[in-house]
Protein backbone atom coordinates (compact mmCIF):
# COMPACT_ATOMS: atom_id res chain seq x y z
CA UNK A 1 0.00 0.00 0.00
CA UNK A 2 1.08 3.48 -0.74
CA UNK A 3 1.22 5.62 2.49
CA UNK A 4 1.33 9.20 3.19
CA UNK A 5 1.90 11.17 6.12
CA UNK A 6 0.82 14.87 5.89
CA UNK A 7 2.61 17.36 7.68
CA UNK A 8 0.20 20.51 8.08
CA UNK A 9 3.07 23.50 9.09
CA UNK A 10 2.97 26.86 9.53
CA UNK A 11 5.87 28.95 11.56
CA UNK A 12 7.19 24.85 12.76
CA UNK A 13 10.76 26.20 11.69
CA UNK A 14 12.04 25.16 15.41
CA UNK A 15 10.39 21.51 15.05
CA UNK A 16 10.13 19.85 11.69
CA UNK A 17 13.72 18.68 11.36
CA UNK A 18 13.05 16.60 14.55
CA UNK A 19 9.71 15.84 12.95
CA UNK A 20 10.74 14.54 9.63
CA UNK A 21 13.43 12.90 11.86
CA UNK A 22 10.94 10.72 14.03
CA UNK A 23 9.01 9.68 10.86
CA UNK A 24 12.02 7.99 9.09
CA UNK A 25 13.54 6.38 12.31
CA UNK A 26 9.71 4.80 13.31
CA UNK A 27 7.20 5.35 10.16
CA UNK A 28 9.80 4.08 7.48
CA UNK A 29 7.00 2.54 4.99
CA UNK A 30 5.37 5.75 5.25
CA UNK A 31 6.05 8.97 2.22
CA UNK A 32 5.27 12.22 3.63
CA UNK A 33 4.81 15.78 2.50
CA UNK A 34 4.83 19.28 4.39
CA UNK A 35 2.50 21.50 3.25
CA UNK A 36 4.11 24.95 4.04
CA UNK A 37 1.28 27.18 4.98
CA UNK A 38 2.78 30.39 3.97
CA UNK A 39 5.06 30.55 7.23
CA UNK A 40 6.64 33.58 7.65
CA UNK A 41 9.59 31.89 9.76
CA UNK A 42 12.45 29.73 7.86
CA UNK A 43 10.39 27.09 7.59
CA UNK A 44 10.46 27.43 3.40
CA UNK A 45 14.44 27.95 3.69
CA UNK A 46 14.88 25.01 6.44
CA UNK A 47 12.75 22.34 3.94
CA UNK A 48 14.76 23.57 1.04
CA UNK A 49 18.17 23.27 2.87
CA UNK A 50 17.07 19.77 4.24
CA UNK A 51 15.96 18.24 1.27
CA UNK A 52 12.45 17.55 2.75
CA UNK A 53 9.53 16.55 0.76
CA UNK A 54 7.64 19.90 0.69
CA UNK A 55 4.58 21.82 -0.77
CA UNK A 56 5.22 25.62 -0.76
CA UNK A 57 1.60 27.58 -0.38
CA UNK A 58 1.74 30.90 -2.17
CA UNK A 59 -1.05 32.45 0.59
CA UNK A 60 -1.75 31.14 4.06
CA UNK A 61 -5.17 29.16 3.93
CA UNK A 62 -5.31 27.74 7.40
CA UNK A 63 -5.22 24.39 9.12
CA UNK A 64 -8.02 23.48 7.12
CA UNK A 65 -6.56 24.59 3.45
CA UNK A 66 -3.62 23.34 4.16
CA UNK A 67 -4.11 19.58 5.06
CA UNK A 68 -6.95 19.50 2.04
CA UNK A 69 -3.93 20.21 -0.32
CA UNK A 70 -2.20 17.49 1.42
CA UNK A 71 -5.53 15.58 0.23
CA UNK A 72 -5.00 16.61 -3.38
CA UNK A 73 -2.06 15.52 -2.80
CA UNK A 74 -2.78 12.08 -1.66
CA UNK A 75 -5.26 12.16 -4.47
CA UNK A 76 -2.90 12.92 -7.76
CA UNK A 77 -0.35 10.45 -6.58
CA UNK A 78 -2.55 7.44 -5.92
CA UNK A 79 -2.22 7.41 -2.26
CA UNK A 80 -4.12 4.42 -0.20
CA UNK A 81 -4.43 6.10 2.71
CA UNK A 82 -3.59 9.18 4.45
CA UNK A 83 -2.33 10.62 7.94
CA UNK A 84 -2.18 13.68 9.54
CA UNK A 85 0.88 14.26 11.45
CA UNK A 86 1.07 18.13 13.08
CA UNK A 87 4.15 20.00 12.36
CA UNK A 88 4.55 20.79 16.11
CA UNK A 89 5.98 17.28 17.49
CA UNK A 90 3.03 16.31 19.53
CA UNK A 91 2.38 13.33 17.22
CA UNK A 92 4.34 10.52 17.52
CA UNK A 93 4.92 8.43 14.50
CA UNK A 94 5.45 5.40 16.25
CA UNK A 95 1.90 5.04 16.61
CA UNK A 96 1.15 5.01 12.69
CA UNK A 97 2.13 1.36 11.87
CA UNK A 98 -1.00 0.63 13.92
CA UNK A 99 -3.20 2.64 13.03
CA UNK A 100 -2.84 1.38 9.34
CA UNK A 101 -3.08 -2.39 10.54
CA UNK A 102 -6.29 -1.62 12.22
CA UNK A 103 -7.86 0.76 9.12
CA UNK A 104 -7.46 -2.51 7.29
CA UNK A 105 -8.49 -5.28 9.73
CA UNK A 106 -11.61 -3.62 10.85
CA UNK A 107 -12.50 -1.94 7.75
CA UNK A 108 -12.71 1.62 9.00
CA UNK A 109 -12.67 4.42 6.82
CA UNK A 110 -11.30 6.45 9.50
CA UNK A 111 -8.61 5.69 12.47
CA UNK A 112 -8.14 8.55 15.23
CA UNK A 113 -5.48 8.01 17.55
CA UNK A 114 -7.24 8.91 21.14
CA UNK A 115 -4.97 10.60 24.01
CA UNK A 116 -8.33 9.43 26.25
CA UNK A 117 -8.51 5.80 26.45
CA UNK A 118 -5.68 4.62 28.26
CA UNK A 119 -5.05 8.44 29.21
CA UNK A 120 -1.18 8.26 28.77
CA UNK A 121 1.52 11.05 27.68
CA UNK A 122 0.33 14.72 27.67
CA UNK A 123 -3.84 15.34 28.40
CA UNK A 124 -4.00 19.06 26.92
CA UNK A 125 -4.63 21.91 29.46
CA UNK A 126 -7.93 21.63 31.74
CA UNK A 127 -10.29 24.10 29.75
CA UNK A 128 -8.92 22.23 26.49
CA UNK A 129 -10.43 18.84 27.84
CA UNK A 130 -13.29 20.52 28.67
CA UNK A 131 -13.80 21.26 25.68
CA UNK A 132 -12.86 18.06 24.11
CA UNK A 133 -15.71 16.78 26.17
CA UNK A 134 -18.13 19.18 25.41
CA UNK A 135 -18.11 18.43 21.51
CA UNK A 136 -18.11 14.38 21.95
CA UNK A 137 -21.02 14.99 23.85
CA UNK A 138 -22.41 17.32 20.72
CA UNK A 139 -21.19 14.93 18.09
CA UNK A 140 -22.87 11.96 19.98
CA UNK A 141 -25.63 13.65 19.94
CA UNK A 142 -25.71 14.08 16.45
CA UNK A 143 -24.55 10.79 15.69
CA UNK A 144 -25.30 8.49 18.26
CA UNK A 145 -21.34 7.61 18.15
CA UNK A 146 -18.99 8.24 20.95
CA UNK A 147 -15.49 9.66 19.91
CA UNK A 148 -13.38 10.17 22.88
CA UNK A 149 -10.74 12.41 21.41
CA UNK A 150 -12.57 14.37 18.63
CA UNK A 151 -9.97 17.04 18.16
CA UNK A 152 -7.58 14.72 17.09
CA UNK A 153 -5.42 16.08 14.62
CA UNK A 154 -3.81 12.43 14.57
CA UNK A 155 -6.12 11.01 11.80
CA UNK A 156 -6.00 8.60 9.38
CA UNK A 157 -7.94 7.90 6.40
CA UNK A 158 -8.46 5.34 3.66
CA UNK A 159 -8.32 6.00 -0.16
CA UNK A 160 -12.75 6.65 -0.08
CA UNK A 161 -12.58 9.43 1.86
CA UNK A 162 -8.74 11.12 0.82
CA UNK A 163 -11.16 11.60 -2.50
CA UNK A 164 -13.89 12.89 -0.04
CA UNK A 165 -11.67 15.45 1.80
CA UNK A 166 -9.52 16.75 -1.48
CA UNK A 167 -13.19 18.17 -2.81
CA UNK A 168 -14.95 19.07 0.96
CA UNK A 169 -12.73 19.44 3.79
CA UNK A 170 -13.63 22.43 6.81
CA UNK A 171 -11.76 25.64 6.45
CA UNK A 172 -10.70 26.02 9.85
CA UNK A 173 -10.51 23.91 12.90
CA UNK A 174 -11.71 20.69 10.85
CA UNK A 175 -11.37 17.64 13.11
CA UNK A 176 -15.01 17.64 14.66
CA UNK A 177 -16.91 18.43 11.91
CA UNK A 178 -14.95 16.42 9.72
CA UNK A 179 -15.21 13.20 11.87
CA UNK A 180 -19.79 14.12 11.72
CA UNK A 181 -19.07 14.59 7.59
CA UNK A 182 -17.73 10.84 8.16
CA UNK A 183 -20.06 9.28 10.19
CA UNK A 184 -23.61 11.44 8.83
CA UNK A 185 -21.98 9.25 5.53
CA UNK A 186 -22.66 5.95 7.13
CA UNK A 187 -19.10 5.24 7.25
CA UNK A 188 -16.73 3.59 10.21
CA UNK A 189 -14.23 5.40 12.48
CA UNK A 190 -12.23 3.49 14.85
CA UNK A 191 -10.22 4.80 17.47
CA UNK A 192 -6.97 3.51 19.24
CA UNK A 193 -5.32 4.75 22.26
CA UNK A 194 -1.56 6.73 21.81
CA UNK A 195 0.16 8.95 23.58
CA UNK A 196 0.95 12.65 22.46
CA UNK A 197 3.63 15.02 23.59
CA UNK A 198 3.42 18.62 23.92
CA UNK A 199 4.11 20.93 21.45
CA UNK A 200 7.72 20.85 20.85
CA UNK A 201 8.38 24.78 20.24
CA UNK A 202 6.54 27.41 18.22
CA UNK A 203 2.98 29.07 19.26
CA UNK A 204 -0.64 27.07 19.30
CA UNK A 205 -2.87 28.82 16.71
CA UNK A 206 -5.97 28.55 19.15
CA UNK A 207 -5.12 31.41 22.00
CA UNK A 208 -7.45 31.65 25.09
CA UNK A 209 -8.72 34.79 23.18
CA UNK A 210 -9.43 32.57 20.39
CA UNK A 211 -11.02 30.19 22.37
CA UNK A 212 -14.46 31.29 22.22
CA UNK A 213 -14.44 32.22 19.11
CA UNK A 214 -13.39 27.98 18.54
CA UNK A 215 -16.29 27.23 20.99
CA UNK A 216 -18.88 28.61 18.80
CA UNK A 217 -17.89 28.29 15.41
CA UNK A 218 -16.98 24.62 15.50
CA UNK A 219 -20.81 24.47 17.37
CA UNK A 220 -22.58 25.95 14.58
CA UNK A 221 -20.30 23.76 12.25
CA UNK A 222 -21.21 20.28 13.58
CA UNK A 223 -25.10 21.63 13.85
CA UNK A 224 -25.09 22.42 10.30
CA UNK A 225 -23.22 19.34 9.17
CA UNK A 226 -25.52 17.47 11.20
CA UNK A 227 -28.53 18.25 9.39
CA UNK A 228 -27.23 18.13 5.69
CA UNK A 229 -28.32 16.34 3.12
CA UNK A 230 -26.14 14.39 0.98
Known sequence: MKKLI??????EAKNLENVVKNIKENA?????????DCSTDQTKELCAQKGFNVVNLPVNLGIGGAVQTGYVYGVENDYDLAV???GDGQHDPAFLEKMSVVLQEEKAEMVIGSRFIDNQGFQSTGMRRMGIKYFSGLIYLLTKKRVTDPTSGLRMINKDIIRL???DYPKDYPEP????????????????????KERQGGVSSISPKKSVYYMIKVSL???IEGIRKY
Open 177 to 196: ESIVAVLRRNKKIVEIPVEM
Open 165 to 167: FSK
Open 84 to 86: QVD
Open 6 to 11: IIPAYN
Open 28 to 36: PSFDYVIIN
Open 221 to 223: AIL
